[in-house]
């Protein structure tokens, strides 16, 4: 068995070029930059991979539409850039082109239609100036009622003059880019271990639990890197957050039966403000997202409130022909945005630059910004830290280097394995899938047939998650490492699944160790 991410500190290394805190999507790609640059590397977490704001997205890779909408122009740009570099050399296994439906109906004024169709040409402007093929994310256009309703067949009729069809990217899924870019990290030397919660921190090291032992160790290192996102302030002083709550629903996709698309609801009464219904590979649809201020503690899973929720459902409602029912939502999650306090007005005017700041002991903070520009934020943010502990490293490679089961998407379409595993492992759908057959000895009926009515995810994947990819529970298994936890249901009737494979994976190594 072949374990690249641990929980806890046993045999992690005491001396170090950078120490990463944080394994969110910032954290794990600033792991991956300082280690491609022949830093020697530990990043840890306090809790798991992905743990906090970054399984909380859309699971989309904005090009920067809204943000030129605000005047952030140069946000905007960093943004399509980055979603090319992700989509066409870091992740085009993990990514694909999402058509976008926005309905022309009675509630869209003309002008508000001309002002949606300039957005939309601005950020096909954006594209070609980020040098992003049409292939990968074709050009938008206008459409009929007829063509409109042909994608979304649920849309409300009466007045439906048309729609516009746009294109952004999207992810197979937020949570396994993380993983996937950590075992990256992993694979060029980076020592990456969750369960791990920094008690201190300055620029010249940090002082370390051991949450499975209680264990502490000291840790030196040439610099240290904050990227906790909305717990950074917790870390060092003088880091001024106003984070703000996403609030998404999960929903059947029978509930909007034969949607083929994306629909971006208008709100009612705002001239640049949507509800996103965005179908799921797994059958699921996930509307969202709200903007609200999240005052107060931090807690270390936020909660939606029930009236965003209801604020969700009646925008979606007002669009399509069957109104949404609070009985539709089967899940809800909620994020929070580690936004910088910058401005005055509401959250939802607040930039989304990012910023790198480095406190009074030496601490290299990188907060702020939002998932498609993790690669932007990692390299600025070890550029700092190199310099701040005059650290020999080499240059930033991760604008041209693919993660790991990256390929052509030419390519993955000729793999021969599962679709489902070359959706989710690219070309390492293989490894998956023989993984589980050493650990398990089963076959591959058994090892890919749905854990659960309902639940496509197989057995491999959750072997995979526990012998490479660093799953310590049931908890890891189900919220993490798949997505199944988003739906409480769906979460029960997979347990059994992943506590059968915690128990092979550990006969196994306990086997090992015997022989």
Request: with cysteine.
């Amino acid at each position: 068995m072949t374990q690249t991410i641990a929980p806890g500190l046993a045999g992690a290394p005491t001396e170090v070029d950078v120490v990463v805190i944080g394994l969110g999507i910032t954290g794990v790609g600033v792991a991956l930059d300082a280690a491609t640059r022949g830093l020697s590397v530990l990043a840890v977490d306090a809790h798991d991979m992905a743990f906090g704001t970054s399984r909380w997205s859309s699971k989309m890779v904005h090009g920067g539409l809204r943000y030129l909408a605000q005047g952030q122009i140069g946000v905007a740009h960093e943004s399509a850039v980055e979603r090319g570099i992700l989509m066409e050399v870091t992740a085009p296994h993990l990514s694909h082109a999402m058509p976008i439906l926005v309905p022309l109906n009675s509630s869209v004024s003309p002008t508000q239609s001309l002002m949606t169709r300039a957005g939309l040409a601005a950020g096909d402007l954006l594209r070609r100036g980020a040098r992003t093929d049409a292939e990968t994310l074709p050009r938008p256009r206008r459409l009929s009622a007829t063509e409109a309703l042909s994608l979304a067949p649920g849309l409300r009729r009466p007045g439906l003059r048309g729609g516009l069809l746009s294109w952004d990217g999207q992810l197979e899924d937020d949570a396994r880019l993380v993983i996937t870019i950590a075992r990256t990290a992993a694979s060029y030397g980076a020592h990456v271990r969750t369960r791990a919660r920094v008690l201190s921190a300055t620029g010249t090291g940090v002082e370390l639990r051991d949450e499975l032992t209680g264990s502490t160790t000291a840790v030196s290192a040439g610099a240290v890197i904050n990227a906790t996102g909305v717990w950074a302030g917790e870390l060092v002083d003088d880091i001024a957050l106003r984070p703000s709550r996403g609030t998404h629903l999960v929903l059947r996709a029978e509930s909007l039966p034969g949607l083929q698309c994306s629909v971006f609801a208008p709100v009612p009464g705002a001239s640049n403000r949507f509800v996103l219904v965005l179908p799921q590979p797994d059958g699921t649809i996930y509307v969202g997202l709200t903007d609200e201020a999240a005052d107060g503690p931090i807690p270390d899973v936020p909660t939606p409130t029930e009236p965003e929720i209801g604020f969700l459902l009646d925008v979606v409602s007002a669009a399509f022909a069957r109104p949404l029912h609070r009985s539709d939502v089967v899940g809800a999650y909620a994020g929070l945005r580690p936004l910088i306090d910058s401005a005055d007005g509401s959250t939802a005017d607040l930039s989304r630059k990012h910023a790198v700041l480095t406190s009074s002991t030496g601490v290299v903070t990188v907060v702020g910004g939002k998932l498609t520009t993790y690669r932007q934020m990692a390299e600025d943010a070890v550029d700092a830290a190199v310099a701040q502990g005059r650290l020999g490293a080499g240059a930033c490679r991760t604008r041209r280097l693919p993660i790991l089961g990256a390929a052509p998407r030419t390519v993955l379409a000729t793999l021969e394995q599962p679709a489902r595993l070359v959706r989710r492992y690219g070309t390492e759908a293989e490894l998956v899938l023989a993984s589980a057959r050493e650990v398990s000895g089963l076959g591959d009926d058994e090892l890919l047939a749905p854990i659960a009515e309902g639940v496509p995810v197989t057995l491999a994947e959750l072997l995979f998650g526990v012998t490479h990819e660093g799953a310590a529970d049931v908890d890891d298994l189900l919220d993490r490492r798949t997505r199944i936890g988003l739906v409480p249901v769906d979460r029960e009737l997979a347990r059994p699944a992943a506590e059968r494979a915690l128990s092979i994976v550990g006969s196994a190594a306990s086997g090992l160790h015997h022989a």
